[in-house]
């Protein structure tokens, strides 16, 4: 298994531009989830999904857009890139069903963003 | 929602001594507290984790303790090493499908 994957591993836009970050998982989970990481700060949730066709906004939505068409897809949308979007994103993918919070988030590589 | 304060942000200890890091948590619906290791430009990994139904658990050098009515967890590693050197990170979770919540982060320092 190559477990959670991204796509790229680095980035640099300018402001205004648009872009796509690729995450997808081979492990059958139904939960999917997207942080970003600012410098010296813990992870903050800006989107999640439960399934195929439903997705929820976590903490940090805005600026943000999200899809799930598949089990094994989930890609994060920035469609006006802002430099307070530079960070590193996480997308992390877990098993389990609603009632099983306590199931081992499991974390891809990540992609660093920086806009300038 | 859910905030969790870590403490401290830095940690320096000797190598062989040991290391606290110390977690609280606003909210009472939260059932599930891990705790990730980062080290520089790598993804969080998971070292140890707890659930609200158990208040201590341990695997070998690393130990997790929980006090739901005080709303506080810590995390706590003996007998340190030079490659604990990173940055900690606990979290909490109030369970269905909610995202973590993490602290702020702990940078552990083992001096040699």
């Known amino acids: 298994n190559a477990g959670v994957t991204q796509t790229p591993k680095f980035r640099i836009l300018k402001i205004g531009q648009s872009m796509t970050l690729q995450c997808a998982q081979d492990m059958n989970h139904n939960y999917m989830y997207w942080y970003r990481q600012d410098p010296g700060m813990g992870l903050k949730l800006i989107y999640y999904?439960?399934?195929?066709?439903?997705?929820d906004k976590g903490e940090v939505p805005n600026g943000y857009n999200v899809s799930r068409s598949t089990t094994e897809d989930f890609p994060l949308r920035l469609e006006l890139a802002a430099p307070s979007q530079t960070s590193v994103y996480f997308c992390?993918?877990?098993?389990?069903?609603?009632?099983?919070?306590?199931?081992?988030?499991?974390f891809g590589p990540g992609t660093r963003l920086t806009v300038l | 929602g859910e905030n969790v304060e870590q403490h401290p942000s830095t940690l320096s200890v000797q190598e062989g001594d040991s290391a606290v890091i110390k977690c609280t948590y606003s909210?009472?619906?939260?059932?599930?507290f891990p705790w990730y290791k980062q080290e520089l430009g790598k993804r969080p990994q998971l070292i140890i984790d707890?659930?609200?139904?158990?208040g201590e658990k341990k695997d070998q050098r690393i130990a997790v303790t929980l006090n739901k009515t005080a709303k506080h967890f810590s995390l706590h590693i003996t007998e340190t090493q030079p490659e604990d050197s990173a940055v900690y990170f606990c979290a909490a979770i109030r369970g269905g499908a909610d995202g973590l919540t993490f602290g702020k982060g702990t940078h552990l320092i083992i001096q040699p």
């Open positions: 909210d009472s619906a939260s059932n599930y």
């Open positions: 707890i659930r609200s139904n158990v």
């Open positions: 999904s439960v399934g195929a066709g439903i997705t």
């Open positions: 992390a993918s877990r098993g389990g069903g609603l009632t099983i919070s306590y199931n081992e988030q499991f």
